[in-house]
C-alpha cells in the first residue's frame, strides 16, 4: 500500500508538473505518522505533496524515509539541476532575488513588454548532472536568495509555499519575505538590451513567480530520482518476495 501511495504521487506530479498544482480524484489515505494512525490527505498542491514525500520531523516519518526503511537500502544521492556547483557566489553581498534553479526568457521585441519570464529548469538528453546527498541537497545549501540576510533551502522553500497554503505557522520574517516576492517589491534582476535607434531598453525579471519556479524544478530533480534510484529498488525487492 505504501509504495502504491508513493507510485501515485509521482505520476500525478509527472502528469502536473507544468500547471504547479496537483488535484487528486479522491481523498488518499496514508500512513505517515510515527504514532501509526491513518491520516487524511485531502487536495493539495505541489508543496503540500512534496513535504509528505520528503519532509522528516520528529512527529512523523516522510514516505521517503518509509519506503528506504521499508526495503531496507540507503537513501540515494539525489539528482541536482543547479547551475552552481556549490554555494552560491556573492551571498549576502548581492541585492537582488536569484537561484541557480531557475532560468530567464527574454523576447527582445517593441511590441513586447520588458519583462525576463522565470521558467524553471529541466532535464537536458546526454547532460551530466551533479548528484549530492540527500541531506546535502535538501538542506544543505542554499538555493533561492530574496535579499542579503534571507535565503532558502529546498526544503525551506518547500515547507513555506506549502505552511502559507495550509495557513500553518512560518518561520517570522520569511512570510513578509515570500509577500515582498508576490508583489514584485524585493529586487529584481534587470538587463539592459540595446534598440536599434540606439535607446537601452531595461527588462525587469517577474520575481512573484520564482518560487512556483523553483518548485517545479525540485519536482523534476526528486521525480528523477524516484524513478530511476527508488522506485526500480523497490520492485525488484518486491519481486524477489513473490
Not at 33 to 56: E, T, V
Not at 71 to 90: H, I, K, M, Q, W
Not at 173 to 192: F, P, T, V, W, Y
Amino acid at each position: 500500500v505504501l509504495l502504491h501511495i508513493f507510485e501515485k504521487l509521482c505520476d500525478l506530479l509527472w502528469r502536473q508538473i507544468d500547471t504547479g498544482t496537483v488535484i487528486f480524484d479522491d481523498l488518499i489515505f496514508c500512513r505517515i505518522g510515527k504514532d501509526s494512525r491513518h491520516d487524511l490527505l485531502p487536495r493539495s498542491k505541489i508543496p503540500g505533496i512534496f513535504r509528505l514525500l520528503l519532509h522528516q520531523t520528529k512527529y512523523s516519518d516522510s514516505l521517503l524515509a518509509q519506503i528506504t526503511k521499508r526495503f531496507a537500502f540507503s537513501c540515494p544521492d539525489f539528482l541536482s539541476l543547479s547551475t552552481v556547483r556549490g554555494e552560491l557566489p556573492n551571498k549576502g553581498r548581492t541585492d537582488f532575488v536569484r537561484s541557480p534553479l531557475i532560468q530567464y526568457q527574454i523576447i527582445h521585441q517593441p511590441e513586447v513588454p520588458p519583462v525576463l519570464t522565470v521558467q524553471p529548469l529541466s532535464l537536458e538528453s546526454g547532460k551530466r548532472y551533479t548528484r549530492r546527498a540527500f541531506k546535502t541537497w535538501w538542506d544543505g545549501i542554499d538555493i533561492l536568495l530574496i535579499d542579503r540576510q534571507h535565503f532558502l533551502s529546498r526544503k525551506g522553500v518547500v515547507c513555506l509555499l506549502a505552511n502559507q497554503e495550509s495557513g500553518a505557522h512560518v518561520q517570522p520574517g520569511m512570510d513578509e519575505k515570500a509577500a515582498l516576492l508576490r508583489r514584485r517589491a524585493a529586487n529584481s534582476l534587470q538587463i539592459a538590451a540595446p534598440l536599434p535607434d540606439g535607446q537601452t531598453r531595461i527588462y525587469t525579471a517577474e520575481i512573484d513567480q520564482v518560487l512556483a519556479a523553483v518548485v517545479r524544478t525540485i519536482a523534476a530533480e526528486t521525480l528523477y530520482t524516484f524513478e530511476h534510484a527508488i522506485l526500480p529498488r523497490c520492485q525488484i525487492a518486491l519481486s524477489a518476495d513473490e
